[in-house]
């Protein structure tokens, strides 16, 4: 059975049990400030198993793609040399949220996997292991399956630490947890290897394809283990790792999709064995990159994008190390489309964006590995001993992404051994920084746990008659009293929540004798939260408030918010379909909307997007909205915004003509298209690698905004004696005339430099051997000063010279050796000597140093102790 049958005819199978087939989630969670990537099919499901949020179906099952490449689980070192290592797989689930529990799901998996009907794996070829503790799985599997006791593993707890147990399963440290039951299949006696929880159980002979937890406590952060109302169950069984067993091969690379895959590399990289371990890297990462960059994440120097940037260079070092001369790895993306496009569609519409990011890395690293070469060979130049420091070597790592592979092959070239514990000092250090920094962990049960549903009435309405639900002071039920700060849940609210970028409304509460200030407002699971001030009056559970939002903030929000679903659409239309949302703010007065896109706006592409974005809202057409499930969602063209969690039923908004924008939203928004009145793009600019800002204001903010900048236009031109007409050409003139006043004080700095060089000549000490030259230049910048230098290196012969000056209240500093005498001082040492001396710093090379120092006082001192420091450290 070829991958893609058999992801088909697992899905089909949970759908002929009740199971509702969900799709994939986006690698990169969404609202989970917990996980790096999507590493396991429950964490869609995350909120369903906590008991905040509540979906039409209790059994789910999916298809989920997963990466472990980072954080927690983090599989790269392992990929191309084992059997099962992946950084991108797909997890097939199960779910049940409070529905079924240990019995049907254990008899779900046996039957799907020896059933006639289904896989017809040899049932004596299974082992299956259970918690120690967990007698009931236990008796399901030996007296209601048939699995022999012999062949069913009571696995404990690891060194003795509760709960601390392969087949104790917990989301974190705190959060849903329970007991969990595995399947193994046997390879036979023809691979090493032992059963689990024996002393062999790591060889490739039992090999795990399924997992069922049994979720049924809540551990909190104390520890205790409190039962969760209703017992869930969350399986998974990697489709790469079951594919393997059915088509009786031992290595996932070895499987139909990894072959097709390993054969397109190889083509490309000179027909390299599909055995090669560098190619099955290769054939990996093209995966887990594609689908990465499809999911909107860029290559960067931290969090998802240095891990994607880390993934992408390693491949192309192993296609290095297989010959290629080029860029290579993109080309491998068309091969991903065409094996996996149908599963996941979103892979097609990306694959002019994958090519485009994976060539720019490509040649990035390129420069990057030759940048890399010429600071090692000049640290192999100073090398004292025989041993490349650690400290060099981490820098080449992770400062110029130059892998220690290729450290330790020059190094092993030139008979040189790398200092590995320095190097893993250094790694240790970072990992310690990152992970205080990190922002990867959360506790669970730390939200206020609130039951109930707030409904929404404020797409309809500005006010309301509503009850309080419940008053929180400190965050614990109380009457908040004037003066107290509180948080009010209403059964109803016309209050829309933060959320996809649009900010909480603001308003207020009265009643009779009272008022409450709303400053905020925000979600947690399914209630709103109003966040604010009493000002006057009691407030407490079961009173009936007249709830208010503040009409003008929410107009101009919902302006400004229209006009971003515009100019989203605008941007695909003209730079492409690539371009995806990365972020958003859209408050009262402006908007800012993040997209990805790999280089700056030309100013016609900016005028286009803008022009476009007006056209639309000159058009005045009505903004319309329909709420449906996802599916007919997605097939009426809308587009799902990044980053973004949806519900079931969705709200599509359509505005524009012809279905220029159709996106899912659940943001408020204005009626027609004309209401926004206009919107001018206030600044474009790039905010990382590979996503990009534009800032905007629409109504009368715009209007504000063109008003202040033909303000500004008068001014300067009144300021340079001309009209708005002439403005341009006054100031070209103006910028002439200044470039050439720089020209002439540079020259006149020059002259002046070089004429005390002469004089500088004749003051010219001797230290053994060497004639030395340190002193002021007043007035010199460091050009002169270098030009200044080279001149009288070539009067001295064999010497030294340091020359300085004072600007804006910084020492310039530079030093020369002549090269006849480099082999007894270098230049660079003499200079970090001098800015340790000014509180600066600097450094260069042995004939040519540059630096600086913010100590000007210490200027005296320091040129005065030249000759002193010369006399000590000439060789």
């Known amino acids: 059975m070829k991958t893609a049958e058999l992801r088909q005819a697992f899905l089909e199978y949970f759908k002929q049990q009740g199971h509702t087939i969900v799709a994939s989630s986006s690698l990169v969670p969404a609202d989970d400030p917990t996980l790096l990537f999507t590493n396991a099919g429950m964490n869609q499901f995350k909120d369903l198993f906590l008991g905040r949020e509540q979906r039409d179906y209790v059994r789910a099952t999916s298809s989920q793609k997963c990466v472990r490449a980072g954080g927690k689980h983090n599989d790269l070192e392992n990929v191309g040399y084992t059997a099962r290592h992946h950084t991108f797989f797909e997890m097939l689930g199960n779910f049940s949220f409070g529905d079924y529990f240990k019995r049907d799901a254990i008899h779900f998996a046996w039957t799907f996997l020896t059933g006639d009907e289904h896989l017809q794996l040899a049932k004596d070829k299974l082992w299956v292991t259970v918690y120690e503790t967990d007698d009931e799985a236990f008796d399901i599997w030996n007296k209601e399956i048939g699995v022999p006791a012999e062949r069913i593993v009571r696995i404990g707890d690891n060194g003795g630490a509760p709960y601390a147990s392969d087949n104790f399963w917990q989301m974190g440290d705190t959060g849903p947890c329970g007991p969990c039951t595995e399947i193994f299949y046997d390879h036979g006696e023809g691979v090493a290897g032992g059963p689990p929880g024996s002393p062999d159980e790591d060889g490739d002979r039992y090999i795990e394809i399924w997992n069922v937890v049994f979720m049924q406590y809540n551990r909190t952060a104390d520890g205790e283990m409190l039962p969760l109302p209703k017992p869930s169950v969350d399986t998974g069984m990697g489709l790469e790792r079951i594919a393997a067993v059915l088509q009786g091969v031992h290595s996932n690379y070895e499987i139909d999709l990894f072959q097709d895959l390993l054969a397109a590399a190889s083509k490309l990289l000179g027909n390299a064995p599909t055995t090669e371990s560098s190619l099955r890297v290769v054939a990996d990462h093209i995966r887990s990159c594609a689908f990465l960059i499809a999911d909107g994440v860029m290559p960067s120097n931290e969090g998802r994008g240095f891990v994607l940037r880390r993934i ?53 690293f390129a420069k990057t590995l030759d940048k890399g070469l010429r600071l090692l060979e000049q640290d192999i130049a100073a090398l004292a001993g025989t041993e490349i420091p650690g400290e ?11 892998p220690v592979d290729l450290t330790n092959d020059i190094a092993r070239e030139r008979g040189l051994t790398l200092d590995y514990d320095g190097y893993e000092q250094a790694m240790n250090r970072q990992r310690e920084m990152a ?81 409450f200030q709303v400053n905020d407002t925000r979600k947690d699971g399914n209630n709103h939260l109003h ?21 003008n903030k929410r107009q101009a929000t919902a302006l400004n918010h229209s006009a971003t679903h515009l100019l989203h659409a605008a941007l695909r239309k003209v730079l492409g379909e690539h371009v995806i949302q990365k972020g958003s703010l859209v408050d009262p007065d402006k908007l800012r909307f993040d997209f990805s896109h790999f280089e700056a706006l030309t100013a016609t592409e900016l005028k286009e997007v803008e022009r476009q974005v007006n056209e639309q809202i000159l058009a005045n057409t009505p903004v319309e909205t329909e709420v449906t499930d996802m599916e007919q969602a997605l097939a009426k063209g809308a587009m799902a915004l990044f980053g973004e969690k949806y519900d079931d039923s969705v709200r599509v908004l359509s505005m524009g003509t012809g279905g220029y924008s159709v996106e899912l939203c659940g943001g408020t928004h204005v009626a027609r298209t004309g209401d926004i009145g206009m919107l001018r793009i206030t600044s474009e600019s790039g905010i990382s690698s590979g996503v990009r800002r534009i800032e905007a204001v629409t109504g009368m903010n715009a209007l504000a905004w063109v008003d202040e900048s033909e303000r500004a236009l008068r001014e300067a031109a009144r300021l340079l004696k001309g009209s708005r007409e002439t403005l341009v050409d006054k100031l070209q003139a103006t910028l002439e005339r200044s470039r050439q006043l720089e020209k002439e004080v540079a020259q006149l700095k020059a002259r002046l430099a070089s004429s005390a060089g002469t004089d500088l000549a004749g003051s010219a ?77 600097g450094g260069g090379r042995p004939d040519m140093a540059q630096g600086g120092g913010n100590a000007p006082a210490k200027l005296a001192e320091a040129l005065a102790g030249v000759p002193e420091w010369l006399a000590k450290n000439i060789g």
């Not at 050009?783 to 070539?794: F, H, I, P, V, W």
């Open 312 to 364: 992408i260079r390693r491949a192309a070092r192993h296609g290095n190390k297989l010959g290629a001369e080029g860029p290579f790895f993109y080309k491998l993306a068309a091969a991903v489309v065409e094996l996996m496009g149908d599963a996941f569609p979103q892979l097609k519409s990306s694959q002019p964006q994958i090519e485009k990011v994976l060539l720019q890395e490509e040649e990035q």
């Open 435 to 515: 992970r205080a920094a990190s922002k990867f962990g959360v506790d669970y049960n730390a939200g206020l746990n609130l039951d109930g549903r707030t409904e929404f009435t404020g797409y309809e309405q500005i006010d309301g008659h509503e009850t309080v639900r419940t008053v929180l002071v400190d965050g614990k039920a109380a009457t908040a009293r004037a003066g107290e700060d509180a948080v009010v849940v209403l059964e109803r609210t016309p209050f829309y929540a933060e959320a996809g970028g649009q900010v909480g409304d603001t308003g207020l509460l009265t009643w009779s004798g009272g008022r």
């Open 765 to 841: 000490v001797e230290v053994d051997g060497l004639k030395v030259v340190a002193a002021e230049v007043p007035g010199a910048d460091r050009k002169a000063l270098m030009d200044t230098t080279d001149q009288l290196k070539n009067k001295l012969g064999e010497g030294v010279v340091v020359l300085a000056s004072v600007a804006d209240d910084k020492v310039i500093l530079v030093a020369g050796v002549t090269k006849a005498s480099t082999g007894r001082v270098k230049a660079g040492d003499l200079m970090k000597h001098l800015c340790s001396l000014v509180d600066g710093k």
């Open 392 to 402: 060099t070597i981490f820098t080449l790592y992770d400062t110029y992404g130059f």
């Open 531 to 551: 966040i604010g001030t009493v000002i006057e009056g009691e407030l407490f559970a079961g009173l009936e408030v007249d709830a208010r939002i503040d009409h």
